[in-house]
């Protein structure tokens, strides 16, 4: 829903200004004087050649336009790049033009009931409309408003009445601010008021490029040129402002305190409030000189963010992340121990002195005292444990752990399980949709979205971090994730040779020799494999398809289950398949019904998305004539299987699928 900044003077409905302010105070008056109620929202989408007919709104309205045009003020109002508002009275006749994709848009009804003594206002010619400065920050707060609403829980209908009141609100802010090319200025502003009203969220620097609708890099530079601090090292100032005031006002419990400033994890707010603090959360709310601590001893408040040090700020947060990575507990036990008591700065400096003095006596070298404190059984003179330093794909010289304990490596869980290492977290997509064929192993694993957002994986406390490809860690990315533990990237390619991938997973993770075993063996699988099939069905053509509600796609020959097809198991490749091959980059590709229906294929693999049978998918005529169709020789397996994925646990199940139905 990009926008053209340069047309944005005068995106109004055409009237003059003094009417435009007459009609705002208006709707204005409405909502302040009446209690409102939300009555239905419905997203609502109809194709190009579907019949349009006019609409006349049965209580007040919003409609916010994603693609068509909205007749407004004796003109057609294009809406489908734009995100054009328009709000009606009870009565107003919408009239809506097809975009040359079709008609999709949001609708909310409300009623507007006037309270004792006020009379409220409408008129079934009341309508106004205007291009927001920021649509995008709209549509997320309808899609939150639309999501609450359908759900059928009373709880959650209030939710939705709270929601639509932000709308509004925003929707209004926005008609009312001028109308102006958006400067430097704007963007960071509004970078910062989203910060302030979000800042218990997961936010993470990519949603809020999406929000304002540029680059993360981009967003960076704006927002550093601006307050010389970074949007991410702003927010967590921001969070650790409003935990001061909660632990000076109110008597809420830490985790309380962590989570309602964004930290779900009651370790990590306090190692990083320390940190920017000097004083742990327990000492600053306890201690006698509080307002001394607020004034010395913090960073510079966001509102004067300009005179703040963005070195200084990524050091405490770097040495936050490496306390973070070496858990010691001793001084949050001091802490709560003296909760009630008024310490002399004399008799601090004399404990800490001889807990130095203990901690030197006690052990001849740090290597052998961290051992110990983390269960260390080895007798040898050796240290415990020794840091490695590799090189990765982009030529990182990467300090890996000897060891790595706490691993997070996202869609890298294959190689994971396969050499007996469980992650912290997995990859996830939408609501927490996993790899579900290895769930045997990862069931009690928790999920992390596949962006995997900063500060999630913060919350996580890598040790190590693995990346899959380049990709995932383009512009400051990779910084920030470094900063977390050190991280590692796999591959400079989107997609990776997945045996090379497996032995240099292994290598990262100090286990050589059991990725090429796991290697040795998965070949030895899929050579006998070959043969068995060779020897029953010969030299014969198959395709993979993932079929689902709106599309049919075919497996790229060179990777995933294509490569398991055609390489391992020996089936011959379709002409369809070598063609979409040649130029195709992703796993999976769009496959045409013209194109199906060319399918020369004698075993057609089907992953089963569509929640309908088999039989019901290939009865469409335009699969009567592929060859595999006529044999009976298609087999479809759920969204659950690992015909999506890639390494040798996914690739061993595909056999087992293969030969389980081919074999029959």
């Not at 409408?122 to 309508?127: N, V």
């Not at 921001?238 to 305190?257: F, N, P, S």
């Not at 890598?462 to 590692?488: C, F, H």
Request: charge should be neutral.
């Amino acid at each position: 829903m990009k926008q053209d900044r340069q047309k944005q003077t005068g995106s109004h409905t055409g009237m003059s200004k003094g009417r435009e302010a007459d009609e705002l105070n208006k709707l204005l008056s409405v909502w302040l004087h009446s209690s409102i109620r939300v009555m239905d929202v419905r997203h609502i989408r109809l194709e190009a050649g579907e019949l349009v007919q006019s609409y006349r709104f049965p209580a007040h309205a919003f409609v916010f336009m994603l693609q068509g045009s909205v007749y407004m003020a004796g003109d057609w109002k294009d809406a489908s790049h734009s995100g054009y508002v328009l709000h009606g009275g009870k009565g107003f006749e919408l009239n809506i033009k097809p975009a040359s994709c079709g008609i999709e848009y949001i609708l909310v009804l409300y009623k507007a009931t006037s309270i004792a003594g006020h009379t409220v206002y409408h008129h079934p010619s009341a309508a106004y409309g205007f291009i927001p400065s920021y649509p995008v920050i709209l549509y997320q707060k309808l899609q939150l408003l639309a999501d609450a609403w359908q759900d059928q829980e009373a709880l959650f209908k209030i939710q939705a009445q709270g929601r639509f009141y932000d709308f509004a609100y925003e929707c209004m802010r926005q008609w009312q601010e001028p109308k102006v090319q958006t400067s430097t200025r704007d963007v960071v502003a509004q970078a910062i008021r989203f910060m302030q009203a979000h800042y218990a969220e997961s936010i993470t620097l990519e949603r809020l490029a999406v929000l304002l609708e540029c680059s993360p890099r981009h967003l960076t530079r704006l927002f550093k040129k601006q307050t010389n601090c970074s949007p991410i090292m702003y927010l967590i100032q921001l969070r650790m402002d409003k935990a001061k005031e909660l632990l000076r006002k109110t008597d809420a419990a830490l985790q309380d305190i962590a989570v309602s400033v964004g930290y779900p994890d009651v370790y990590f707010f306090s190692r990083a409030f320390k940190k920017h603090t000097g004083v742990s959360p327990v000492h600053y709310r306890d201690s006698l000189y509080s307002s001394a601590f607020d004034s010395d001893m913090r960073l510079d408040s966001p509102s004067s963010m300009s005179e703040c040090s963005i070195d200084s700020i990524s050091d405490a947060l770097h040495t936050v992340i490496e306390d973070n990575n070496h858990y010691q507990n001793h001084d949050e036990g001091i802490l709560r121990m003296n909760r009630n008591a008024k310490h002399s700065m004399a008799f601090i400096v004399l404990l800490s002195f001889t807990l130095l003095l203990s901690a030197c006596s006690g052990s001849s070298s740090p290597m052998a005292t961290d051992g110990a404190a983390q269960g260390n059984n080895n007798t040898s003179t050796e240290p415990a444990s020794q840091e490695r330093v590799l090189k990765d794909a982009l030529g990182h010289e990467v300090k890996v752990p000897a060891q790595p304990q706490r691993v997070l490596a996202s869609y890298l869980e294959d190689h994971l399980v396969a050499l007996g290492v469980k992650p912290v977290a997995q990859w996830s997509v939408g609501k927490n949709s996993v790899q579900a064929y290895l769930q045997k192993e990862l069931k009690d694993v928790p999920a992390i979205a596949s962006d995997l957002p900063f500060e999630a994986v913060l919350s996580f406390k890598p040790d190590l971090i693995i990346m899959d490809s380049a990709s995932m860690v383009e512009g400051d990315k990779y910084n920030q994730y470094s900063k977390i533990a050190p991280t590692y990237v796999v591959g400079s390619n989107m997609n990776n040779d997945w045996r090379q991938e497996l032995l240099t997973v292994g290598e990262v993770l100090n286990k050589s020799s059991e990725a090429k075993q796991v290697l040795s063996n998965y070949d030895k699988k899929a050579a006998e494999a070959k043969a068995k099939l060779s020897q029953t069905v010969g030299q014969k053509t198959a395709a993979a398809l993932w079929v689902t509600d709106k599309n049919v796609y075919v497996v790229n020959q060179n990777l995933s289950s294509g490569d398991v097809l055609y390489k391992d198991l020996g089936f011959k490749i379709p002409q369809v398949v070598q063609e979409i091959s040649k130029t195709a980059k992703a796993n999976w590709s769009n496959l045409s019904l013209e194109k199906l229906a060319e399918l020369d294929a004698d075993y057609i693999f089907i992953v089963n998305s569509k929640n309908v049978s088999k039989d019901e998918i290939i009865k469409d005529p335009v699969w009567a004539g592929i060859p595999a169709v006529k044999e009976g020789h298609v087999y479809d397996f759920g969204k659950d299987s690992s015909w999506l994925y890639t390494g040798t646990i996914a690739n061993s199940q595909m056999i087992d699928d293969v030969l389980n139905n081919v074999m029959k």
